[in-house]
T-cell receptor, first 114, second 113 residues
Framework: DQQVKQNSPSLSVQEGRISILNCDYTNSMFDYFLWYKKYPAEGPTFLIS?????DKNEDGRFTVFLNKSAKHLSLHIVPSQPGDSAVYFC?????????????FGKGTLLTVNP | DTEVTQTPKHLVMGMTNKKSLKCEQHMGHRAMYWYKQKAKKPPELMFVYSYEKLSINESVPSRFSPECPNSSLLNLHLHALQPEDSALYLC????????????FGPGTRLTVL
């Protein structure tokens, strides 16, 4: 049973436009959400996170929105740049102190075209 | 120093070999993780060490043996692996406090012949 779902395997956008990556979750116990970016043959790089007490968190070109009632979050990248082309993973966790672990979605491949 | 390092970058081994993967961080993080990632799949958690003690083992076969010699170092000992164990092995660390992100290393690309 997949608790974190990224239903779009891929997304293609033009440079300068907005990229919107979506993520849904089923476990209502999740209270912390993260986005990671991954290039091939490299480890994931942390981008941005949000806790369940907030509905928005912004860091430069990246904004994450959380809709708890819909169990949905999204990552907005504005403006998109060719260097943003990568696989983006949504991840979620239940607060568990030092034992906390992440549950990942399957990822969305973002391609930003010049 | 804000990075997690992993060695070797690539490893090819036979099914009868014994090898080890190494992970190091000097950020003072007290939780360290091993993940396995197959192509086009998300990272899959294997082990969690918290304050140098094994706190989570996700039912990983005994041919994978983790070790945490100190708070900065995490090893994964490999013995009698199968070709299906070929994957990218990722190490990660975090502070151990609530609501902190995990920092990932670059991974070791393992091929089992």
């Amino acid at each position: 049973d997949q608790q974190v779902k990224q239903n779009s395997p891929s997304l293609s956008v033009q440079e300068g436009r907005i990229s919107i990556l979506n993520c849904d979750y089923t476990n209502s116990m999740f209270d912390y959400f993260l986005w990671y970016k991954k290039y091939p043959a490299e480890g994931p790089t942390f981008l941005i996170s949000i806790s369940s007490i907030k509905d928005k968190n912004e860091d430069g070109r990246f904004t994450v929105f959380l809709n708890k009632s819909a169990k949905h979050l999204s990552l907005h990248i504005v403006p998109s740049q060719p260097g943003d082309s990568a696989v983006y993973f949504c991840a979620a966790s239940v607060y568990g102190g030092s034992n906390y672990k992440l549950t990942f979605g399957k990822g969305t491949l973002l391609t930003v075209n010049p | 120093d804000t990075e997690v390092t992993q060695t070797p970058k690539h490893l090819v081994m036979g099914m009868t070999n014994k090898k080890s993967l190494k992970c190091e961080q000097h950020m003072g993080h007290r939780a360290m993780y091993w993940y396995k990632q197959k192509a086009k799949k998300p990272p899959e958690l294997m082990f969690v060490y918290s304050y140098e003690k094994l706190s989570i083992n996700e039912s990983v076969p005994s041919r994978f043996s983790p070790e945490c010699p100190n708070s900065s170092l995490l090893n994964l000992h490999l013995h009698a692996l199968q070709p299906e164990d070929s994957a990218l092995y990722l190490c990660a660390s975090r502070t151990g406090q609530a609501y902190n992100e995990q920092f990932f290393g670059p991974g070791t690309r393992l091929t089992v012949l």
